[in-house]
């Protein structure tokens, strides 16, 4: 009889996280939309910088990458301290 109910469940669990058709069902876009919204706020921030500094803007643009993964990598070591 457990054998069973685990069985149902798993099944009950499996049509859940389907779509109709038997097609799987879309996951949420909210990794989608918050990876948009950082790198359109990174894009702004820069945009800012560039009003008061152009090296450094164009320097960010270069350095900062941007998708699942936000990176700084500059293409050489910077000596912030002068």
């Known amino acids: 009889m457990a054998l069973q109910e685990e069985y149902d469940q798993l099944l009950d669990h499996l049509s859940k996280s389907l779509g109709l058709g038997g097609k799987t069902r879309k996951v949420s876009d ?4 918050t990876r948009s919204a950082v790198t359109w706020r990174i894009r702004s921030a ?9 090296p450094l ?6 350095s900062i990458k941007t998708g699942v ?14």
């Open 30 to 33: 909210s990794i989608d939309k």
């Open 57 to 62: 803007s164009k320097h960010l643009e270069i």
């Open 46 to 54: 820069v945009k800012k910088i560039a009003e008061v500094h152009l």
């Open 69 to 82: 993964f936000c990176e700084y990598a500059p293409e050489h070591e910077i000596n912030w301290i002068s």
